[in-house]
């Protein structure tokens, strides 16, 4: 798979396309995870349901452009210009969106801020954004994310890959845990990629927080498919259910035996979801 470069002033964001044709997504993922753990096969099921497809690394994350420090180091303005800027570079005037976690918290953003760019929202366990700063905590899992927050890890090579499989562990439901062969491997190629770095996870997060920009979920105007995980040990239902009342048509599909991420046992009802969706 050859990885390519889109350029937001001085920010590269690194992408990869699956498929030659079809009609655009583009993929966004959760918190600090870089664009490989959107596995190749939910991405080949994608265009096998009629789809070209596109991941990419946020800035800060994977083969993209990385900052330092503790503080904010970029606006969630310069994040949506990144994946506008993604857009650009494959040549598309607008694309499906699909986003997961963090993901779908810019997806919403995105279609307030660049309407004419995106098609149509699938929205998989995100908060509504309109539940501004620590608002959206009430829709948080405890301890959820914070489970394992305290474990320390080495800093040797199988440590890392332990950590990083321990983090991704967090957000399997209760019914299907990722393939472990697939999961080692990943974060073996994420560890190939880039140096772990847990502040980067800190400035990812104080943009969604510190943003004090006030909006309203009803003037999003585009289709809207959310999929809310009920056996996702993050976020509670009750964040889908909020997203599916405040966006105007949105469709809201449970999932009783989603996790927090997509394990194979549920790439064809996304895929089939998607599909319908689009249409």
């Known amino acids: 798979m050859e990885t390519r470069t889109a350029r937001n002033g001085e920010v590269e964001i690194a992408y990869e396309v699956f ?10 993922g959760g918190l600090d995870a870089q664009m490989i753990w959107w596995a190749d096969g939910f991405c080949d099921g994608l265009v096998r349901g009629g ?3 596109v991941r990419f690394d946020y800035r800060d994350a994977g083969l993209s452009t990385h900052f330092t420090g503790r503080k904010q180091a970029y606006t969630r303005d310069d994040m949506l210009d990144d994946m ?3 857009l650009d570079a494959i040549g598309w005037d607008s694309a499906h969106i699909l986003g997961l976690s963090m993901g779908a918290g810019l997806a919403q953003f995105a279609a307030l801020r660049s309407p004419q760019r995106y098609r149509t929202l699938t929205l998989v366990n995100g908060l509504p954004m309109d539940d501004a700063g620590f608002g959206m905590f009430r829709h948080i899992r405890f301890p959820g994310p914070f ?3 305290l474990r320390r890890y080495g800093t040797s090579r199988d440590e890392q890959i332990r950590m990083l499989m321990n983090v991704m562990r967090l957000t ?9 062969t697939w999961l080692r491997e990943t974060a073996e190629r994420c560890l190939d990629r880039r140096t772990p770095d847990p502040l980067a996870r800190r400035r990812q997060m104080a943009t969604a927080l510190r943003d004090k920009q006030k909006f309203s979920l009803a003037e999003i105007k585009h289709p809207t498919l959310v999929i809310s995980g ?6 509670k239902p009750t964040a889908g259910r909020r997203l599916a009342a405040r966006i105007p048509g949105a469709r809201l599909l449970t999932v009783p035996d989603l996790g927090h991420g997509i394990t194979p046992h549920h790439w064809p009802l996304i895929t089939g979801e998607l599909d319908a969706h689009a249409r």
């Open 51 to 53: 789809f070209q497809v």
């Open 84 to 86: 506008n800027a993604v």
């Open 147 to 149: 489970r394992g927050a």
């Open 230 to 235: 009920l056996a996702d040990p993050l976020v």
């Open 172 to 180: 399997e439901g209760r019914f299907h845990a990722f393939d472990e």
């Open 19 to 28: 498929g030659d044709a079809g009609r655009p997504l583009l993929l966004a």
